[in-house]
């Protein structure tokens, strides 16, 4: 079984050019977590989706960013017209549906951005 | 709000040490406690989950203790390894969209 894909691994974009990030959950997970890691800071939540759905998008840029998760195909993560301050590790994490609430979440090895 | 605080920030201890990490949360109302290590440039490898309703979660080496009462949980490694070094994050899972609020973090240096 394999674990939570990401791609690509490392991604260069100069200002004003299109992110896509994708994440294929681990296979049966139904549920996919965005979070961000800005360089020397912690790990912040950033959307969390089920198929079709976003559940919580609380912790998302209100401009630029959108996150999607078709019922086909891996979730992506977009950013329209990144900046300079975009630059940092995004990790998507899946976890199944579990009727004791437990969700634990099993992360990717993450997507590294690069704005120059 | 959900915050979550690790100490000590750094650590380093000779090979073979038992060492105890700490992490405190302000709302105690979690659904499960979640410890992570990151090694440097990689991703998270899940360790231990604690669900509410449990006081610890024990693997090989490793034990996490939970008291929601004073919002705290301790991750202790027993004769630690240099491979043992990393980052080591916790996470409360609060309930609602499932989103983990994360702890700064320790890091870890194993010394042979």
């Known amino acids: 079984n394999a674990g939570v894909m990401q791609n690509p691994r490392h991604l260069v974009r100069r200002r004003g050019q299109e992110a896509r990030l994708r994440c294929s959950p681990m296979?049966?997970?139904?549920?996919v977590y965005w979070y961000r890691q800005l360089p020397e800071e912690g790990l912040k939540f950033m959307v969390y989706l089920q198929k079709e759905n976003i559940i919580d998008e609380s912790g998302m840029p209100k401009e630029r960013f959108s996150a999607e998760f078709p019922k086909e195909g891996p979730s992506i993560l977009r950013i329209q017209q990144v900046v300079r301050g975009d630059s940092a590790a995004y990790f998507c994490?899946?976890?199944?549906?579990?009727?004791?609430?437990?969700?634990?979440?099993?992360f990717g090895p993450g997507t590294r951005l690069t704005v120059t | 709000k959900q915050e979550v605080t690790q100490i000590p920030a750094a650590l380093s201890v000779p090979e073979g040490e038992n060492l105890v990490l700490n992490c405190s949360f302000t709302?105690?109302?979690?659904?499960?406690l979640q410890w992570f290590r990151q090694d440097p440039g990689k991703g998270l490898t899940s360790l231990l989950l604690i669900q509410s309703s449990q006081r610890e979660q024990t693997s090989g080496r490793l034990n996490a203790s939970l008291d929601k009462s004073s919002g705290r949980s301790t991750l202790y490694i027993a004769a630690s390894q240099p491979g043992d070094s990393a980052t080591y994050l916790c996470?409360?899972?609060?309930?609602?969209?499932?989103?983990?609020?994360f702890g700064t973090g320790t890091q870890l240096k194993v010394e042979l």
């Open positions: 996470a409360a899972h609060t309930g609602g969209g499932n989103k983990l609020t």
């Open positions: 994490a899946s976890s199944p549906f579990s009727l004791a609430g437990t969700y634990e979440q099993y």
């Open positions: 296979k049966g997970h139904s549920h």
């Open positions: 709302d105690s109302a979690i659904y499960n």
